[in-house]
């Protein structure tokens, strides 16, 4: 599950409930009620209203080792040589091998987590990333197992 940076409006059931929802996003609405001590219907509300807030931005599904190891999973740093970074963002987000983008400080200006199907398909990604118009300097770490 995605969650944005808005949490300056969050009381603290709703605090409470995207905390619930991090550790497991498929845990029923009921369950979810009798642990907050609140209706199951003041669940659902609470949930849509986080979705349409955009705090809620998404629920995803997380794979064991074992699923994870069929691909080759990398993190690539940019340096961008240019103010506009939606320039160099935008395209990024539209391989399809790059699965998140994030801002960084320090040395690199982005972080882009790829995942490919095997290491041909990472290479491509890399050589899409490094012919985007504002990427100067890139460098990538092939994550090879989560400690």
Not at 20 to 43: E, N
């Amino acid at each position: 599950m995605a969650i944005s940076q808005k949490h300056g409006s969050l009381d603290e059931t709703d605090r409470r409930l995207v905390e619930l929802l991090r550790s497991d996003a498929r845990m029923p609405a009921a369950t979810l009620a009798r642990i907050l001590d609140v209706s199951r219907g003041t669940v659902a509300n609470r949930i849509a209203r986080l979705i349409d807030d955009k705090v809620l931005l998404g629920f995803t599904a997380r794979l064991g080792s074992e699923a994870d190891a069929v691909g080759v999973r990398a993190l690539t740093m940019l340096e961008v040589r240019t103010v506009d970074m939606k320039s160099v963002v935008g395209p990024l987000k539209r391989i399809p091998e790059a699965a998140r983008v994030y801002s960084t400080n320090g040395r690199w200006d982005l972080a882009v987590e790829l995942n490919a199907h095997d290491l041909g398909a990472l290479d491509r990604a890399i050589s899409q990333i490094r012919a985007i118009r504002g990427v100067s300097h890139s460098e990538t770490s092939i994550l090879l197992a989560e400690l």
